[in-house]
């Protein structure tokens, strides 16, 4: 691992360990913790979610809904690559039932503790439990799954091709993934630089072809997209400054989204510049993939 990806896993686990700790976090006096998850509102979550922990909920910094598509099973091993708080790992359990396996992985200790709590509240913590790890080098043993999925975290890695790799290994002969990913076009380099866009699943993104490559490099097969939303300027502002809830003090050290420059002060670049330079560039798209 280099130097710049380790700051990188850094500076991203900072991020999201301030977004679920942080009472009341704000950014510029209007991003309140209900309203962090994009995905729960705009990426295909319906009637799913009534009986689901608030808490799993309210802490979603997905973009997508990566079961919406999939065919998950009764009896099926699922792993959640990046399975923060829990909202997709209580859904995969619905259908996987006791007789399955439900897996998630993650790096923050802040976010494990807040999907071990929610697993326990819906009363599956004998077939679903979380691991901690990154996802290019998975806790899990090779062939042995079903069902990869993921919610918007891949494009937050700094070695993707690993990942796939990694998602090719532990997927057993026919097994799938489906993820919700952001993928970016031409963004300009000086946005790719910044650590607010980085956080918030844009300035590390690839392109969707780099990322339809790099699972056939893999050896996946059947590689497609099978969703795709492009995002405007006003779906980008609101995505930037939700998933990067983080206090006042916080953000004006790292750079986030509470840094002078987002709330209109004597920064480099503000939110709504940034949200109007890369509107066209940036989609979320749901990516399904098979291992031959």
Same mark, same amino acid.
């Given at each position: 691992?280099?130097?710049?990806? =380790?700051?990188? #896993?850094?500076?991203?686990?900072?991020?999201?360990?301030?977004?679920?700790?942080?009472?009341?976090?704000?950014?510029?006096?209007?991003?309140?913790?209900?309203?962090?998850?994009?995905?729960? %509102?705009?990426? !295909?979550?319906?009637?799913?979610?009534?009986?689901?922990?608030?808490?799993?909920?309210?802490? $979603?910094?997905?973009?997508?809904?990566?079961?919406?598509?999939?065919?998950?099973?009764?009896?099926?091993?699922?792993?959640?690559?990046?399975?923060? @708080?829990?909202?997709?790992?209580?859904?995969?359990?619905? #259908?996987?039932? *006791?007789? !399955?396996?439900?897996?998630?992985?993650?790096?923050?200790?802040?976010?494990?503790?807040?999907?071990?709590?929610?697993?326990?509240?819906?009363? &599956? $913590?004998?077939?679903?439990?979380?691991?901690?790890?990154?996802?290019?080098?998975?806790?899990?043993?090779? !062939?042995?799954?079903?069902?990869?999925?993921?919610?918007?975290?891949?494009?937050?890695?700094?070695?993707?091709?690993?990942?796939?790799?990694?998602?090719?290994?532990?997927?057993?002969?026919?097994? #799938?993934?489906? &993820?919700?990913?952001?993928? &970016?076009?031409?963004?300009?380099?000086?946005?790719?630089?910044?650590? =607010?866009?980085?956080?918030?699943?844009?300035?590390?993104?690839?392109?969707?072809?780099?990322?339809?490559?790099?699972?056939?490099?893999?050896?996946?097969?059947?590689?497609?997209?099978?969703? #795709?939303?492009? /995002?405007?300027?006003?779906?980008?502002?609101?995505?930037?400054?939700?998933?990067?809830?983080? *206090?006042? @003090?916080?953000?004006?050290?790292?750079?986030?989204?509470?840094?002078?420059?987002?709330?209109? !002060?004597?920064?480099?670049?503000?939110?709504?510049?940034?949200?109007?330079?890369?509107?066209?560039?940036?989609?979320?798209?749901?990516? /399904?993939?098979? %291992?031959?």
């Amino acid at each position: 691992m280099t130097t710049r990806q =380790a700051e990188i #896993r850094k500076h991203v686990s900072e991020s999201y360990t301030r977004a679920v700790t942080t009472p009341g976090a704000s950014c510029c006096g209007g991003m309140q913790p209900a309203q962090k998850g994009v995905a729960v %509102k705009s990426a !295909g979550y319906g009637s799913e979610l009534g009986d689901l922990p608030a808490d799993a909920v309210e802490n $979603s910094f997905g973009c997508g809904n990566p079961l919406a598509f999939s065919e998950v099973s009764e009896g099926d091993t699922v792993i959640d690559l990046g399975s923060g @708080a829990g909202i997709d790992l209580l859904i995969a359990a619905r #259908r996987t039932g *006791p007789t !399955g396996h439900v897996i998630g992985i993650d790096m923050t200790e802040a976010m494990i503790e807040r999907a071990n709590a929610n697993i326990a509240s819906a009363g &599956v $913590s004998d077939y679903v439990q979380v691991r901690k790890g990154l996802i290019e080098h998975l806790p899990v043993e090779s !062939g042995t799954v079903d069902w990869v999925i993921s919610n918007c975290v891949i494009n937050l890695s700094p070695e993707k091709d690993r990942v796939f790799a990694e998602i090719a290994r532990v997927l057993k002969p026919g097994g #799938r993934m489906l &993820v919700s990913d952001i993928v &970016v076009e031409s963004l300009p380099e000086e946005l790719r630089r910044n650590q =607010a866009l980085y956080n918030s699943c844009v300035a590390g993104a690839i392109s969707e072809k780099e990322y339809l490559d790099g699972l056939r490099r893999a050896g996946m097969t059947d590689v497609q997209v099978r969703t #795709r939303h492009v /995002y405007d300027e006003v779906q980008l502002e609101s995505l930037i400054e939700s998933e990067i809830v983080e *206090p006042a @003090a916080a953000g004006a050290k790292s750079g986030g989204c509470c840094a002078p420059s987002c709330c209109g !002060g004597s920064g480099d670049i503000d939110v709504a510049q940034m949200a109007r330079r890369a509107s066209g560039k940036v989609a979320s798209i749901s990516v /399904y993939a098979r %291992k031959a």
